[in-house]
């Protein structure tokens, strides 16, 4: 292969498993998706010769770019840029540090994973609901929740709907937050934007409050943004978690459900959440509602969907009214 200009990220790493040989390449293979298999056997096949000055660029940049990120295990981010500056220069390693970010998706605010939760949302309960909801859409979701119950009421309700809503952050206003959070570490964000927070993020953090905080936060959501409170309790339950729920509160949730409802919510769930609702209803029952399901035919993915969700209002209303628990992180469940 001769260099007629900048190698991608694919034509590198196609070199790279050239010159490691067949059995090495095998190895690297078996921790690759089926797709980037794919993609990577044909870049080696449209290979025809490597020159070895490009072979020697290649294992080079890769034998950097390993020596930075066992720097980052090491000390983290600032740590491995220092040590790099000391060996190849500040250009040299901020090239390094960027590739890494962007190849090995090396996260912001890697101080905040490390603290405890406890002591984070100390550090970080007077700053703006903003800078709240930037750190918490890097947290995962259990550090999240703890922080956010933690937080006074008003404040978890402003943070909510701001990590609802964010979408994109440009790398500057990350690197000066997690500067002015953590003078010691700063991200070499190589990508136009960063994606973090959204629908998904809230969700998984609200799964994990207690009931209290996520009531007041929804509650107060409902007030400020009610379409955004409304799309978040869609995805607060889904009908794949009926398996979550103890036996007594899935023969509650039956009684409430229409068989041909029931059938239709069937149609493309997973086997675990059938032997779930089967398990809980007479033989009778449960030999009708599989003849129903044989003999439904061809259905709309929408009515599907929409079948679902309604006996996911049925689990919310009879939680709301005590009847059915969903277990939630952040709180214990005592059934006496």
Do not use: C, W
């Not at 890494?100 to 605010?109: E, H």
């Not at 086997?271 to 061809?298: C, F, H, T, W």
């Amino acid at each position: 292969m001769a260099r007629t200009g900048p190698l991608t990220g694919r034509q590198k790493a196609a070199i790279l498993l050239i010159t490691l040989g067949p059995e090495l390449s095998a190895s690297v293979f078996q921790h690759l998706h089926e797709d980037d298999i794919e993609q990577l056997t044909m870049e080696i096949a449209n290979v025809r010769q490597v020159q070895p000055e490009v072979r020697d660029d290649v294992i080079s940049e890769f034998g950097q770019l390993v020596q930075a990120q066992e720097y980052i295990t090491l000390g983290g981010i600032n740590y491995a840029r220092q040590v790099l500056e000391v060996a190849l220069g500040e250009g040299k390693a901020q090239e390094i540090i960027g590739r890494l970010t962007a190849s090995l998706q090396v996260r912001p605010f890697d101080f905040a994973r490390k603290t405890d939760p406890g002591q984070l949302a100390n550090f970080i309960q007077n700053e703006h609901p903003q800078t709240i909801a930037l750190i918490l859409a890097y947290l995962d979701p259990d550090h999240a929740g703890i922080i956010l119950s933690s937080l006074p009421g008003d404040k978890q309700i402003e943070v909510t709907r701001r990590l609802a809503t964010m979408d994109h952050t440009l790398p500057e206003v990350l690197f000066e937050v997690e500067g002015v959070l953590e003078k010691k570490l700063a991200s070499f964000v190589t990508q136009e934007y960063t994606e973090a927070g959204g629908l998904e993020s809230v969700v998984d953090v609200l799964n994990r409050v207690d009931r209290g905080t996520e009531r007041t936060i929804m509650e107060g959501l409902q007030d400020v943004d009610g379409e955004l409170a409304d799309e978040i309790k869609k995805r607060m339950f889904v009908f794949e978690d009926l398996v979550t729920l103890d036996d007594r509160s899935v023969q509650l949730v039956l009684r409430e459900v229409d068989n041909r409802e029931l059938a239709l919510a069937l149609k493309m769930s997973s086997d675990e959440v059938g032997q779930k609702i089967y398990r809980n209803m007479s033989k009778r029952a449960s030999d009708m509602l599989k003849e129903d399901l044989e003999y439904l035919g061809p259905v709309r993915l929408r009515d599907v969907e929409e079948a679902q969700q309604k006996i996911v209002n049925v689990v919310r209303r009879l939680e709301e009214a005590g009847e059915v628990i969903i277990a939630r992180g952040g709180e214990e469940q005592i059934i006496v």
